[in-house]
């Protein structure tokens, strides 16, 4: 079945980096879009980015532009993010989530989530 | 940017009621060009990631029960559960996907009264 595994749960000082991974099964990797999403504690949803696993290229939020790097490595079938600059406000569960559309690429719904990685940030 | 709110905040219905659910964004959502409306409903339980319930503002997913549905057009969404269930109590979300970022809604807390 169609499956997002996650890595596990980090704790950082601030101004660390977290590379969150996101591995990807029962589907063909590189035909679908891959978003990520991060929930603050109590709070709703933010989305983060998104990477296209085909040619990698990658849009990303503009609040987080210059500290968040998405990559994919197509040998694994996994995606990674990145987040620099740690801070407090940083602490969040951040989910990988793949959208079934590959013809409207970024703008898209996400069907098939992962179970979330928590990235707590503190000193 | 799209601005997405819903109402209420939070609702709580007896089981077997009808719950609805008000998703509105800043800027319509929908293309002419193909007369879809990009707005997604999630359903998110505690410790759960969020799931995928409506896509195309009306399109159920599968296995998504019926008692579920979404409609609405441009700039203002419902979803309803029609007779709810104790399985059912969960934060909803509405998104847009008409434009990035790709924006939710600040989610509507169901409880069963």
């Known amino acids: 079945q169609v499956q997002l595994v996650q890595s596990g749960a980090e704790v950082k000082k601030p101004g660390a980096s977290v590379k969150v991974s996101c591995k990807a099964s029962?589907?063909?990797?590189?035909?679908?879009?891959i978003h990520w999403v991060r929930q603050a504690p109590g709070q709703g949803l933010e989305w983060m980015g998104t990477?296209?696993?085909?040619?990698?290229?990658?849009n990303s939020a503009q609040k987080l532009q210059g500290r968040v790097t998405m990559t994919r490595d197509t040998s694994t079938s996994t995606v990674y993010m990145d987040l620099s600059s740690l801070r407090s406000e940083d602490t969040a569960v951040y989910y990988c989530?793949?959208?079934?559309?590959?013809?409207?690429?970024?703008?898209?719904?996400?069907?098939?989530w992962g179970q979330g990685t928590t990235v707590t940030v503190s000193s | 940017d799209i601005v997405m709110t819903q109402s209420p905040d939070s609702l709580a219905v007896s089981l077997g009621e009808r719950a609805t659910i008000n998703c509105k964004s800043s800027?319509?959502?929908?293309?002419?060009?193909?007369?879809?409306?990009?707005l997604a409903w999630y359903q998110q339980k505690p410790g759960q990631p969020p799931k995928l319930l409506i896509y195309?503002?009306?399109t159920r997913e599968s296995g998504v029960p019926d008692r579920f549905s979404g409609s609405g057009s441009g700039t203002d969404f419902t979803l309803t559960i029609s007779s709810l269930q104790a399985e059912d109590v969960a934060v909803y979300y509405c998104?847009?996907?008409?434009?990035?970022?790709?924006?939710f809604g600040p989610g509507t807390k169901v409880d069963i009264k």
């Open positions: 998104q847009q996907y008409y434009n990035t970022p790709l924006t």
């Open positions: 029962g589907y063909t990797f590189t035909t679908y879009y």
């Open positions: 990477i296209n696993p085909s040619g990698g290229s990658t």
């Open positions: 989530a793949r959208g079934p559309n590959p013809t409207i690429g970024y703008y898209d719904y996400m069907d098939v």
């Open positions: 195309w503002a009306s």
């Open positions: 800027q319509s959502v929908s293309y002419s060009s193909n007369s879809k409306n990009y």
